[in-house]
């Protein structure tokens, strides 16, 4: 294998790659990517048995085809250290030569029929769906900060997505707030119900750039594949699903607030991360006063000190009510809501509040007990 | 008024867990009203007033409780709620003065001597922790206003329900003086007889009695008798609530090589701590075991939780998997053995999905908190905690 390429192209390649790469392994081959050069294309391709990927490399110049099984640590620190516009790979038995101007690296690697291979995606499967990338990364982005860290009961770990004729709708909960998220998409089958684990969808989002590409989606053997864009820059990524039972989450969607306002998302975003900077881990609520023309938030962390905000309300629809929230389930979907303003509902101080953007974004917060 | 006088408040809400009930579902107010278990073991953890008409009382069966009124509507208990209205109750407290010291979800002491200049007397300060109960959380509570924690709490009990009653320092020995002995804390139907057959029947008896004479016949403890029963006792009103951590740990007399009986142990530790961590009306993110071996080796291993938690199950499932971490790593006969919660999280946030399990544990705590408040510590345990040699 021989091969220029354009090193920006290169780095942004590995690091895609290298997200998937297990960060401790057992033995040395499973932290490696396999680099392939055929028919005109340069891919990179990494696995970790549960998540896989190949991401094709634009602008390279083919000189002799073949495939390489290196560290993705050690070539991704070489090629980022570099500062030439481009690098010569090449392959010498299974020692991959990286050129630059000015220096020569060796690494020494594996071989690639020791690479386990990533799933191809099923260009044949029925219930292969499609749709814009710019509705998959509003999809993740909604939903993905959602996910349970760690759970038992629950397969929260991941997103639940659930295909209806053309709606796709993204559910995630931690179990203290619940994100759901819907889009449009084509084709594929009626209907299709699959929970994704967060960590490729994180590496999905990375993944996607161009707003306009075509994502397409299929499942195969009990994994989930999405393809991004066709050809040659085109990337493919796998993952196993998560087993186990999401929770009721259309039993917790409150369907009776009676306590509605409008907010400009940025100004109740400041009121909120200001009146946070007075609380901490023992007290870490912030109390919000609902009446007919204005929002007080306040907050108070023991030893420390107490916050107090106004924020004007152009209306307010209901009775007055105090209710408490961590600030944090208020500030993370306020910064993943691209929409300049935001409905909250609610209904009582003990009852769940929702934060919604038209129909495409409904998302639940449980309320903390203020003391 | 008496600049070194101090001013404590025993404020004790009545019939609390039965209260709530009866608040929260109005088909209950005004009816008999038993919470608790309801299987052939059933214990009986709060009565309403209605159902104490029929002489139920917490801590009796279920089943005979059942007996003395058959009309009775017995409900299962809401851990979760007891706490979130127990929290509402002691912050109102606090907003009188910053000592309030909680002995269970329903009962504090609070001590408003620094606060009178600013808020008034004792009566007056009662008056509003009254009103605020009543029309915040719609609840009663009765109140003692008293110079010390003793007579404060005598006074509280003295005309529930829905009561205010107030002892000032004058007068305060004369009248106690025709109080039967009863109500004395530390004087129990065991030492009752010995005490009558002494001649001994109310305060005004023993007020009269000789200490050294008290001592020599019932013990040094006894001593205290006296002392109380003239309206003195110098405890001070201790707060846990602003509290960064809550333990608690034995030293052993000889090192124990059993572990089963260290685990024994470390479980009635675990049931201690948390319940002073709930009635701190807090939730707490780390367990930690402490471990005293060999020559004085002392160690500690702490997890952080997933989610904070005030749940006896939980606490001991951590603690109990941390000893059995260090035990599996080399177990040495046990010289000590503690555990403690911190982290503490006093915002409890509410979850969107029930967890059936832990609202299980949650009634089993509000329980078991229930009994101890009314009969003291070890009352009752879970079977395992029981230790050998007492009762």
């Known amino acids: 294998m021989k091969v220029v390429c354009d090193r920006a192209a290169l780095v942004e390649a590995l690091a895609l790659a290298g997200s998937v790469v297990p960060t401790r392994t057992t033995a040395p081959?499973?932290?490696?990517?396999?680099?392939?050069?055929?028919?005109?294309?340069?891919?990179?391709?990494?696995?970790?048995?549960?998540?896989?990927?190949?991401?094709?490399?634009?602008?390279?110049?083919?000189?002799?085809?073949?495939?390489?099984?290196?560290p993705s640590d050690k070539l991704t620190q070489i090629v980022r250290a570099c500062e030439d516009t481009t690098l010569t790979l090449e392959l010498e038995k299974s020692i991959l030569h990286v050129h630059s101007e000015d220096a020569h690296f060796k690494i020494f690697g594996f071989d690639p029929k020791e690479f386990p291979g990533v799933k191809e995606f099923p260009e044949k499967a029925s219930n292969c769906f499609t749709c814009s990338a710019k509705v998959l990364r509003r999809l993740i982005s909604r939903t993905l900060f959602a996910t349970a860290v760690e759970n038992s009961r629950f397969a929260i770990s991941g997103v639940l997505a659930e295909k209806r004729g053309k709606r796709l709708r993204f559910v995630a909960t931690d179990g203290r707030r619940l994100a759901v998220a819907i889009g449009d998409v084509q084709g594929g089958a009626e209907e299709e119900t699959f929970i994704i684990p967060a960590k490729p969808l994180q590496v999905l989002n990375k993944m996607v750039d161009d707003p306009d590409a075509m994502v397409s989606i299929a499942q195969e053997d009990s994994q989930a594949v999405f393809r991004i864009g066709e050809g040659a820059d085109a990337a493919v990524l796998s993952t196993n699903l998560v087993e186990g039972q999401f929770p009721p989450f259309e039993d917790v969607i409150p369907k009776d607030q009676d306590k509605k306002v409008c907010f400009e998302s940025a100004e109740l975003g400041s009121a909120v991360r200001r009146a946070a900077l007075l609380t901490n881990e023992e007290s870490k609520g912030v109390r919000m006063a609902f009446s007919e023309k204005k929002l007080l938030l306040s907050s108070r962390a023991p030893?420390?000190?107490?916050?107090?905000?106004?924020?004007?309300?152009?209306?307010?629809?209901?009775?007055?009510?105090?209710?408490?929230?961590?600030?944090?389930?208020?500030?993370?979907?306020?910064?993943?809501?691209?929409?300049?303003?935001?409905?909250?509902?609610?209904?009582?101080?003990?009852?769940?509040?929702?934060?919604?953007?038209?129909?495409?974004?409904?998302?639940?917060?449980?309320?903390?007990?203020?003391? | 008024m008496n600049e070194t006088q101090r001013t404590i408040l025993h404020c004790d809400l009545d019939a609390f867990f039965a209260s709530v009930e009866q608040l929260d579902d109005p088909e209950l107010r005004g009816r008999p009203v038993l919470v608790g278990g309801t299987g052939a073991r059933g214990v009986v953890a709060a009565a309403s007033y209605e159902a104490r008409v029929f002489g139920c009382r917490s801590a009796m069966p279920t089943a005979r409780a059942l007996r003395l009124c058959p009309d009775a509507i017995c409900v299962p208990g809401r851990g979760a709620r007891y706490s979130e209205l127990s929290r509402r109750f002691m912050a109102i407290l606090e907003s009188f003065s910053p000592l309030v010291q909680p002995l269970s979800l329903d009962e504090a002491f609070v001590d408003v001597t620094?606060?009178?200049?600013?808020?008034?007397?004792?009566?007056?300060?009662?008056?509003?922790?009254?009103?605020?109960?009543?029309?915040?959380?719609?609840?009663?509570?009765?109140?003692?206003?008293?110079?010390?924690?003793?007579?404060?709490?005598?006074?509280?009990?003295?005309?529930?329900?829905?009561?205010?009653?107030?002892?000032?320092?004058?007068?305060?020995?004369?009248?106690?003086?025709?109080?039967?002995?009863?109500?004395?804390?530390?004087?129990?139907?065991?030492?009752?007889?010995?005490?009558?057959?002494?001649?001994?029947?109310?305060?005004?008896?023993?007020?009269q009695v000789d200490p050294d004479r008290l001592a020599s016949r019932f013990g040094e403890s006894s001593r205290r008798f006296h002392d109380l029963?003239?309206?003195?006792?110098?405890?001070?009103?201790?707060?846990?609530?602003?509290?960064?951590?809550?333990?608690?740990?034995?030293?052993?007399?000889?090192?124990?090589?059993?572990?089963?009986?260290?685990?024994?142990?470390?479980?009635?530790?675990?049931?201690?701590?948390?319940?002073?961590?709930?009635?701190?009306?807090?939730?707490?993110?780390?367990?930690?075991?402490?471990?005293?071996?060999?020559?004085?080796?002392?160690?500690?291993?702490?997890?952080t939780l997933p989610e904070p938690t005030d749940l006896t199950m939980r606490l001991w499932e951590h603690a109990r998997d941390l000893f059995r971490e260090w035990a599996r790593s080399g177990f040495q006969s046990v010289r000590l053995i503690?555990?403690?919660?911190?982290?503490?999280?006093?915002?409890?946030?509410?979850?969107?999905?029930?967890?059936?399990?832990?609202?299980?544990?949650?009634?089993?705590?509000?329980?078991?908190?229930?009994?101890?408040?009314?009969?003291?510590?070890?009352?009752?345990?879970?079977a395992r905690a029981v230790r050998r040699g007492e009762r």
């Open chain 2, 229 to 303: 029963s003239h309206g003195r006792d110098d405890r001070s009103v201790v707060s846990e609530r602003t509290a960064k951590s809550i333990g608690q740990e034995r030293t052993f007399a000889e090192n124990i090589a059993d572990r089963d009986s260290i685990e024994s142990i470390l479980l009635g530790e675990v049931e201690q701590v948390s319940e002073r961590l709930r009635r701190s009306g807090a939730r707490a993110r780390t367990v930690t075991v402490k471990i005293r071996f060999g020559d004085f080796e002392t160690i500690s291993r702490s997890r």
């Open chain 1, 29 to 70: 081959v499973l932290g490696c990517i396999a680099i392939t050069a055929a028919d005109g294309m340069l891919t990179v391709a990494a696995t970790n048995a549960e998540v896989g990927l190949t991401i094709g490399v634009p602008q390279v110049d083919i000189q002799k085809d073949g495939t390489s099984l290196v």
């Open chain 1, 303 to 371: 030893e420390m000190g107490e916050a107090e905000i106004q924020v004007d309300l152009k209306s307010y629809q209901g009775d007055p009510i105090e209710i408490g929230f961590n600030p944090a389930y208020l500030t993370e979907a306020l910064r993943v809501v691209d929409a300049p303003e935001i409905e909250i509902e609610l209904k009582a101080p003990n009852k769940p509040g929702v934060m919604k953007v038209g129909a495409d974004f409904t998302y639940v917060v449980m309320p903390v007990n203020l003391t």
């Open chain 2, 338 to 382: 503690g555990c403690s919660v911190s982290g503490f999280d006093r915002d409890t946030q509410e979850s969107l999905f029930e967890d059936p399990e832990a609202r299980r544990a949650g009634r089993v705590d509000a329980v078991t908190d229930a009994i101890h408040a009314r009969f003291g510590g070890r009352s009752i345990s879970r």
């Open chain 2, 114 to 207: 620094g606060s009178r200049r600013l808020l008034g007397e004792g009566r007056v300060i009662a008056e509003e922790i009254r009103r605020r109960t009543r029309e915040e959380l719609g609840l009663v509570v009765s109140i003692g206003v008293a110079p010390n924690k003793f007579v404060a709490k005598i006074a509280s009990d003295l005309e529930k329900p829905d009561a205010l009653v107030i002892f000032e320092e004058a007068g305060l020995a004369s009248r106690l003086a025709s109080l039967p002995i009863e109500r004395m804390w530390g004087i129990g139907p065991r030492s009752l007889p010995r005490f009558h057959a002494a001649g001994i029947r109310s305060f005004g008896d023993l007020q």
